[in-house]
């Protein structure tokens, strides 16, 4: 699945999308940071409801196809300015990590 098919499928708020065909291979939902950063693995959807600049630092760090922040969260402006930088996909969700993950 792509990262458009998974907006779409969702029905996801984009907040920065840098590669719509970007392939998404497995999910990973998990707040703690440092938690990611040493078992998300690469192409996956990351679900999480941290909206800081390190949440773009980790997600980028791992290289996760795209970041999903749940429960209506949102994403602070230095985080927004990295994630456009760094070319990570960010979508938003009013849902809960979750009913998210039962969808996906």
Same mark, same amino acid.
């Given at each position: 699945?792509?990262?458009?098919? @998974?907006?779409?499928? &969702?029905?996801?708020?984009v907040?920065?999308?840098? !590669?719509?065909e970007?392939?998404?291979? %497995?999910?990973?939902? %998990?707040? @703690?940071?440092?938690? #990611?950063? +040493?078992?998300?693995?690469? !192409?996956?959807?990351?679900?999480?409801?941290?909206?800081?600049?390190?949440?773009?630092?980790?997600?980028? &760090?791992?290289d996760?196809a795209? #970041?999903?922040?749940?429960? +209506?969260?949102? &994403?602070?402006?230095?985080? @927004?300015?990295?994630? #456009?930088?760094?070319?990570?996909?960010?979508?938003?969700?009013?849902?809960?990590?979750?009913?998210?993950?039962?969808?996906?």
């Open positions: 699945m792509t990262t458009a098919q @998974l907006r779409d499928k &969702l029905n996801l708020t907040i920065n999308e840098a !590669d719509t970007r392939e998404i291979t %497995c999910g990973y939902a %998990c707040d @703690l940071l440092s938690w #990611v950063m +040493g078992r998300a693995p690469a !192409d996956c959807v990351w679900i999480t409801v941290m909206s800081n600049t390190n949440v773009v630092a980790v997600a980028s &760090l791992v996760v795209c #970041v999903i922040i749940a429960e +209506g969260a949102e &994403l602070d402006a230095d985080a @927004l300015e990295k994630a #456009v930088s760094a070319g990570i996909n960010v979508y938003a969700s009013e849902l809960d990590t979750y009913s998210l993950v039962k969808l996906i």
